[in-house]
């Protein structure tokens, strides 16, 4: 069990709370500088991860997928935001949205300079995995909610740059967006849309880390 536990859970667990935590982070740090408090007076900039937790969508569900299929998918609990009090309420909600993923591709650097010093002073299998794992993780977090589709931040940003006209058809496809997503990670296609874009933003990371 202890073996399993070391090579398997921790090696992705440990990475997948940081970045949850971390986007979270990004969403509320990006709401705060442009004017709504309102996520850090509920307690979101903080990298306890409790803050973060939705009970259903970051613990229940997720797990249940992992015991019974071969798939997980869940979410963080959202970060409140309140638009008016944003000098332009568009522009400023495609900052907030985009803070999340841009938080991601900075921890994915952040990992991959950790595992660039845990081969140089050969720390071990278990940390460069580790950093490894962060970085994929990152990378994919990031990738993942980019997709332009509501709730997730690539189709916040596409509801703030279509005309208000079209927000309400982009709400509607909501529902058959998610079940296509679903049935595309379920079927393991997703990973074979988006897989050779994870690795290859994931690679050029890890170069950047090697040659600074």
Known sequence: MSDFFLSGALWWLIPLVVAIAGH??????????????????????????MAHIDPFGTVILPATLWLLTPVMFGWAKPVPVNPDKFANPRRDMIWVALAGPGANLVMGVLWAFG?????????????????????????????????????????????????????????????????????????????????PLIENISDAILQFASII
């Open 115 to 195: 595992w660039r010093l845990a081969m140089e002073f050969q720390a071990g299998v278990f940390p460069a995995t580790l950093c490894l794992m962060g970085v994929t993780l990152n990378v994919a977090i990031a990738l993942l909610n980019l997709m332009p589709i509501l709730p997730l931040d690539g189709g916040r940003v596409v509801a703030c740059l279509l005309p208000p006209r079209f927000v309400a058809l982009l709400e509607r496809l909501t529902l058959p967006a998610i079940g296509i997503l679903l049935a595309l990670l379920f079927f393991g296609q997703l990973g074979a849309i988006i897989g």
């Open 24 to 49: 979270e982070i990004g969403h509320a740090w990006m709401a705060r500088r442009l004017g709504d408090d309102t996520a850090e007076r509920d307690g979101r900039i903080t990298w306890n991860p």
